[in-house]
């Protein structure tokens, strides 16, 4: 049995100050909830708050991104040593924002996720199809070619903390879910894929997560599947009430 993982990723959103008031609501709504591991991604700035709202909980804090080298002159970045420091435990890689809009290659993403692995964090890899290659009927392909390159060069022995991200583009922050089925479709072809990579045993354990307008109403049903051991959560993970409503599925 994989322990489902229900991650928040607050992609740019929220202050320091809602940072504390978010967890004052939150943390009493998930107390005592054990059955789901629950990690919350805010952005950087808001990282010291949360981890010191989330102490004594079992919530998880996570980065939302992190950097290839220790340290260094990378102008905007942030590294594990940084991260490590504050008590940081999960990062979150290759999200598709990074991909389209700041240039994150399947490359960069072999590069950060090796370095998170080094440094000991549970990286959160996102992986997932735009519109036009679904519509071409690409999908498989992106998916397999997508974890090649990611793992590229990592053991499984070094990668036993991986969890794999599927957040289809055209499900993001569109309101438009993909199916329970479609999406357990997916996972199935990236544990295959992952089968191949690292080894039958360690595909039976990896999480595979689905991100894409999941809500407390549409939860159930895609936690339901059993190729599907968790979420990541944009939007509706702002609200203390909805993303409780989502862990608790
Ligand atoms: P939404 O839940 O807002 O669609 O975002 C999904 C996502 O990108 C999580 O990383």
């Known amino acids: ?22 967890f004052r609501e939150f943390l009493p709504l998930v107390a005592g909830h054990t059955r789901d591991e629950i990690v919350v991604c805010p952005p950087f700035l808001d990282l010291p708050a949360a981890l010191e709202a989330a102490k004594g909980s079992d919530v998880g804090i996570g980065a939302q991104n992190v950097h290839w080298k220790e340290e260094g002159a990378f102008t905007g970045e942030t590294s594990t040593l940084q991260l490590l ?15 389209q809009y700041f240039g994150e290659t399947d490359d960069t993403v072999n590069l950060r996720l090796k370095m998170a692995l080094e440094a000991g964090f549970t990286p959160i890899c996102c992986i997932g199809e735009v519109l036009e290659e679904r519509e071409a009927g690409a999908t498989d392909d992106v998916l397999r070619r997508q974890c090649t390159r990611a793992f590229h060069a990592i053991s499984a022995k070094k990668a036993a903390k991986l969890v794999i991200a599927y957040e289809p583009v055209w ?44 809500k407390p109403d549409n939860a159930a049903a895609l936690m ?23 862990v608790k599925y």
């Open 1 to 22: 049995m994989r322990k489902k993982l229900i991650a928040a990723n607050w992609k740019m959103y929220k202050t320091p100050d809602q940072t504390r008031d978010f």
């Open 85 to 99: 420091a504050l008590g940081i435990t999960h990062v979150i890689v290759g999200h598709s924002e990074r991909r």
């Open 171 to 214: 499900a993001i922050g569109t309101g438009k879910t993909a199916t329970p089925a479609i999406a357990a479709e997916a996972h199935a072809v990236i544990r295959n894929e992952v089968t191949r990579i690292f080894g039958e045993d360690f595909a039976a354990k990896l999480r595979i997560l689905y991100g894409g307008s999941v």
């Open 224 to 246: 339901a599947e059993e190729e599907i051991d968790g979420a990541l959560v944009g939007g509706a993970s702002l609200d203390p009430k909805s993303f409780a409503a989502i």
